[in-house]
Nanobody, 124 residues
């Protein structure tokens, strides 16, 4: 069982930066892939970034590649999303997710565990 709590969202101007954090609880945290998704008003939830259990493999949506960086600290049971060069279209609720099976399953949006989300608003 993994429980996830996001933090770090807020209001930022276009071109600015934010760092989201996801605190995880549970004994199996270090063995599961983790990721970030987002959902903008009126749109479906979409994949943003994922990281393998060891942190050695990372994956990004094309829309954030080169601007966002996902990382994890297994000792602290934390996952981070550093967001730079933010755009108005990055405005959304951001969710942390984890999956018991694989990174591919996580990236499909079928993760086993989800946080409550944190709002990110980018003003243009």
């Amino acid at each position: 069982q993994v429980q996830l709590v996001e933090s770090g969202g807020g209001l930022v101007q276009a071109g600015g930066s934010l760092r989201l954090s996801c605190a995880a609880s549970g004994r199996t945290f270090s063995n599961v892939p983790m990721g970030w998704f987002r959902q903008a008003p009126g749109k479906e939830r979409e994949f943003v970034a994922a990281i393998g259990w060891s942190g050695g493999s990372t994956y990004y949506a094309d829309s954030v590649k080169g601007r966002f960086t996902i990382s994890r600290d297994n000792a602290k049971k934390m996952v981070y999303l550093q967001m730079n060069s933010l755009k108005a279209e990055d405005t959304a609720v951001y969710y942390c997710a984890a999956d018991k099976d694989s990174t591919r399953h996580l990236m499909s949006g079928s993760g086993d565990y989800w946080g409550q989300g944190t709002q990110v608003t980018v003003s243009s």
